[in-house]
């Protein structure tokens, strides 16, 4: 006789709890010896080409509050558009610079501080430069799958102007959520998870 599954009962959901920094930053989490550094905690080194950046983010939830236990990873090319993967057939990418990083939010401000390169500008799929851009991927508690977006800079706004992916947006009143802008000698970037200023997200 065949079991009778409908006892079985779906497990119930549950959203990222404060495991991220723990699994993903022990360092930073204080667990220490895991390893030397939290993987992807340098992006940059003495020898990395290309314009230096510190880029500051902060993340907002639907009632205006910054997240202090979010982390963000990011994605990018190097200063000449080249991205440091075995799938790159441009050329060859700075070997000094892996193009990739994984970054927590600091536990009192929420403020996110990444130090790397300014990118390239890389070629959209049907050959159309894109402006430089850093793709992010955030998770926090609360947030079941993470979030992707992209940061673009506010200085270099010909470049903005022609980019096939900011272009396509159907309400190009929001392009300006995805844009940092300068403030000295840093770029700022607020996501905002919910609400009238919310961050365009992509689903990839």
Sequence with gaps: MAQDLGRLKESASQTAGPYVHIGL?????????????????????????????????????????????????????????????????????????????????????????????????????????????????IVARGINLGLATRLYFGDEEAANAEDPVLTRLEHQNRVETLIARKDGAHYLFDIHLQGERETVFFDI
């Design 25 to 137: 930053t022990p360092n930073f989490g204080g667990i220490e010896g895991v390893y030397r550094d939290d993987l992807g905690s340098k992006t940059v080194n003495a020898e990395t080409k290309g314009e230096r950046i510190t880029v500051k983010i902060r993340i907002f939830d639907g009632t205006g509050s910054v997240l202090r236990d979010a982390l963000v990873e990011i994605w990018q090319a190097d200063a000449d558009g080249l991205y440091n993967s075995p799938s790159e057939t441009r050329g060859k990418a700075d070997p000094t610079f892996h193009g990739w990083g994984r970054f927590p939010s600091d536990m009192e401000t929420g403020e996110i501080a990444i130090e790397t390169i300014k990118p390239g500008r890389v070629p959209f799929p049907d050959g159309r430069l894109m402006a430089p851009h850093i793709s992010l991927w």
